[in-house]
């Protein structure tokens, strides 16, 4: 679709104002990516990637995912989670982590399982429905193996609304993989999980454009929050 017939698209959906919200949105994301701290981020990006022989950086249109149906139409582009913002988010958690698995939903290339394995998880897994970002992270833990790496990670190809959630105490990441009646089914599944067998889940939810559906929910509680990413955990009294 040429640049002119997607200015048209907005401007028929949203109105002008619409439109021009998106351009400032687009404004804001480049000033920020010429700024200073972005440019400290990727130089630690590249050399966290380097000191493993991976590749994890830039982003993948979701029109070049190989996607297809609500997959293609629902799904949001690759982009990869910065170190900092996930150091954070993790830090934060009240638990000891050595008695969770870790469940990245969209998993990507794989930075994040890689971030995770910092944080000693008893498994790390990361969840892909994308075959091409599936192989990439693929090659990315083979490389990393070469190198030395022994971080327990485990990647599955599989559509995220039908995963069968581990049944031990599990953290579970998101970076905004998917929108619309995605996103709906998604959660729906996991509520559905833990109403059949409670235990511990806290979903780290990084952008999260569809949060309405773990804050509608008996079953989750709101534990901490930042700029850009909200944390929720189960809640026994739900029971």
């Known amino acids: ?7 048209r698209r907005v401007v028929a959906a949203e109105g002008m104002a619409g439109f021009i919200a998106r351009l400032r949105a ?3 994301r480049a000033a920020h990516e010429l700024s200073p701290h972005r440019f400290r981020q ?4 590249r050399d966290f990637d380097r000191a493993l022989g991976i590749s994890t950086r830039g982003i993948i249109g979701t029109d070049s995912l190989g996607l297809e149906g609500d997959s293609s139409r629902e799904a949001v582009r690759y982009q990869p989670t910065s170190l ?3 150091r954070h988010m993790i830090e934060r958690l009240p638990i000891y982590t050595a008695d969770y698995t870790f469940v990245d939903v969209g998993s990507g290339k794989g ?3 890689f971030l995770a394995a910092e944080f000693d998880f008893q498994r790390i897994i990361g969840v892909e429905f994308s075959q091409k970002l599936h192989a990439l992270a693929e090659a990315n833990v083979k490389r990393a193996r070469k190198k030395g790496s022994t971080a327990p990670i485990e990647l599955v190809r599989e559509d995220a609304t039908r ?3 581990p049944d031990e105490p599990t953290v579970l990441y998101l970076y905004n993989p998917f929108t619309g009646s995605m996103a709906r089914r998604f959660f729906e ?3 559905a999980t833990v109403e ?4 511990d889940v806290i979903v780290i939810y990084n952008n999260p454009s569809a949060e309405e559906h773990l804050a509608g929910s008996v079953w989750f509680e709101k534990i901490d929050e930042g700029i850009g990413y909200v944390t929720y955990r189960t809640r026994r009294i739900a029971a």
């Open 1 to 7: 679709m040429s640049p002119l017939a997607k200015i």
């Open 26 to 28: 687009k404004l804001r």
């Open 42 to 45: 990727r130089r630690a990006e």
């Open 84 to 86: 900092a913002a996930f």
């Open 111 to 113: 930075r994040t399982l």
């Open 163 to 165: 995963y069968a959630f």
């Open 189 to 191: 599944h996991l509520v």
């Open 196 to 199: 059949a067998r409670f235990r």
